[in-house]
């Protein structure tokens, strides 16, 4: 995995609805810019493309990224997409979410495990395919600084796995996404989450055997 010491990541909160299963909660989204001073990879363009926009400023985005295809990571995507005229990349798995959303436009790259995004500077960050909150879920894992970083969508929580009481979703299935892809990383690795606060690889690694017993 190639790292760039001259990178940085901001967080932008936006908030909007999340709407599945003819149900619809007011949610707050973390916006993730990886990038230099000169470009930026944007990972989930969550609710308004004008907040990510500005945050952006007149830096270059080399790609907007969706971990997921529901439509609180992805309703900005399209709009800012257009904006800043870079491309959306979403996992093929998701297609039936987006549509959802976008019923007449494709996202315009297809992500595939292993897959590296370019960042600035020579620097990448891998896909890694993580179903279970939805079919095409995915994190993209890295080094940023020196230290390793992972951007998990709503794969993984402070505190435990994304929700799956909703359709398209199986928890099974995102325990094993959790245990085979995320905990398997660097235990000092930083997750920066789709919702909330930041934790560790470690920090969740302890309570895995609690979620399979409890369920959730």
Known sequence: MTGSTGLRVDR????????LDGQSFTVDNNVW????DHS??????????????????????????ATHGHNDHINAAAE???????PIALHPDDTVLWRTVYPRR????????????????????????????SPGGICLFGELGGEPVVFSGDTLFRGGPG?????????????ASIRTKL??????????????DDTTIGEESVDYDDWVRRGR
């Open 163 to 175: 929700a799956t009481g909703r359709s398209y979703s199986d928890f099974p299935t995102i325990l």
């Open 40 to 65: 930026v990879v944007v990972v989930d363009a969550a609710h308004d493309p004008s907040v990510i926009a500005a945050a952006i400023g007149d830096r270059v985005v080399t790609s907007i990224v």
């Open 80 to 86: 800012l997409a257009d904006l800043v005229r870079a």
């Open 12 to 19: 932008v909160i936006t908030r909007g609805d999340f709407t």
């Open 33 to 36: 810019l990886v990038g230099d």
């Open 183 to 196: 905990l398997t990383l660097p235990a000092q690795t930083v997750v920066h989450t789709g919702h909330g």
């Open 106 to 133: 494709e996202p315009d790259r297809a992500l595939a495990d292993g897959q590296l995004v370019a960042l600035p500077g020579g620097g990448a960050l891998r896909v890694l395919h993580t179903p279970g909150h």
